[in-house]
Structures are given as structure tokens and as C-alpha cells.
């Protein structure tokens, strides 16, 4: 499935002319922070073909591309798109889900034009007074949610890249903080650190 722009064409119709796509990165990780997307195609705006036609969900496109079109989508004047971050010791406080509703309301309000309809990717609704719409696989269907999973992926990984630095012994800048084999193993041996998130059932189990 391509992700294209059905969903975006049909509101802009009904005239909401800030249509913006929302996608997460970061649920599933044992540690780092959760980090959200907001992206806002300006006006009925035809897409550069050449240049985005190959544009999927995150997860199905290689380190390089991700790198690739997040410099295309942050850099054309016609896309408007902010960042949310939640990090690992709030997670911990609220749980993961009501992190990631968090980091998309971050993400919506650092948008410089405020959008007239949402559209997440997922099956739940975020605390905002805007109208928005629900899509499961929005990644995957929705062009601005699969540009917002860019975003918010490549953001977060160069998160984790800076924390590697920071703690080495983890190899985050291989796995991300994803319960890896080997992330296991050297939590298991070294116990947790600062961006572990200590209520998820392998870190909880594991610490020394």
C-alpha cells in the first residue's frame, strides 16, 4: 500500500484548509523518550512526484532514505511540521499511551499555523479542540501521517545516537532502545540507566 493523499483531498473539500498528519515514534523502546510528529500539507498543494513518490510508513524504508526525505519534508516551503517529545521519566509517571497523546499535543502546538483537522494514525483521540480523525495504519495510507512517521523516527534516532555517547555500554545507536538480544543482555549485566524506563516489564525485571 502507498501512502497517498485521499484523506487530505476530502477535508480540503469540505474546506478545512489545515489538514495535518500525526504518527509516533518510540512506544515500543525500553528506554529514550517518545517522540511525535505533526506535518501540515499549505494549501491544496500537488505533490513534486518525483521526489516523493517512493515515501512510506517509516518502517518499511531504510536508515538512508528516512534521512533523505526528512530533509526534503523539513525544507519544502509548501510543508509546515513540528515536534513533540515526551521523555522516559514521564512515560514512566502516565504510562506510554497517555505519553504519546502527550507528544502529539506538543507536536500540534509547535506547528506555526494552527491546523483545522487532525488525522492520527492509531485508534485514539488526543486532548485538543480540534475536530480529528482516527486512522489504524494511518502510516501506511495517509501521506501526511507515513511524512509525520518520518520525521518523528529520524528525530528520535538521533536522540538515541547522542545518548550512545553518553552511555555506551547499551548500544543505542544500533537498536534504539528496542529490546534487542543484545540490549537485554547488557541491561541484564549492567542494570539500568537514567533513560531506562523503569516500569516496562524488562527493565523492571532486570535492574540490579
Same mark, same amino acid.
Given at each position: ?5 485521499? !484523506? !487530505? &483531498? ?57 534521512? !533523505? ?44 499555523? &494552527?491546523?483545522?483537522?487532525? @488525522? ?29 512517521? @518520518? ?7 538521533? @536522540? ?27 541491561? &541484564? ?5 537514567? @533513560? ?13
Amino acid at each position: 500500500m502507498t501512502p497517498n493523499l485521499r !484523506e !487530505e &483531498k476530502k477535508l480540503w473539500k469540505k474546506r478545512y484548509k489545515r489538514v495535518v498528519g500525526l504518527d509516533e515514534a518510540g512506544r515500543g523502546p525500553l528506554s529514550g523518550p517518545v517522540v511525535a510528529a505533526a506535518v501540515l500539507i499549505i494549501g491544496n498543494w500537488k505533490l513534486e512526484i518525483e521526489n516523493f513518490k517512493k515515501l512510506r510508513d517509516s518502517k518499511k524504508l531504510s536508515p538512508k532514505k528516512r534521512e !533523505e526525505f526528512y530533509k526534503l519534508l523539513t525544507k519544502n516551503p509548501n510543508i509546515g511540521w513540528g515536534i513533540g517529545k515526551v521523555s522516559e521519566k514521564v512515560i514512566d509517571k502516565i504510562n506510554i499511551l497517555e505519553a504519546t497523546k502527550l507528544a502529539m499535543e506538543k507536536a500540534v502546538k509547535k506547528l506555526k499555523r &494552527k491546523p483545522d483537522f487532525l @488525522i492520527l494514525d492509531g485508534n485514539f483521540k488526543i486532548d485538543v479542540k480540534i475536530p480529528q480523525k482516527s486512522i489504524i495504519k494511518g502510516d501506511e495510507k495517509v501521506f501526511s501521517c507515513a511524512a509525520a512517521s @518520518i520525521l518523528a523516527k529520524v528525530y528520535r534516532d538521533r @536522540i538515541m545516537e547522542r545518548y550512545d555517547k553518553k552511555y555506551p555500554l547499551y548500544g543505542f545507536s544500533k537498536h534504539k532502545g528496542y529490546p534487542t538480544k543484545f540490549h537485554l543482555k547488557m541491561l &541484564k549485566k549492567y542494570g539500568s540507566c537514567k @533513560i531506562h524506563r523503569k516500569t516496562f516489564g524488562p527493565v523492571r525485571g532486570l535492574q540490579k
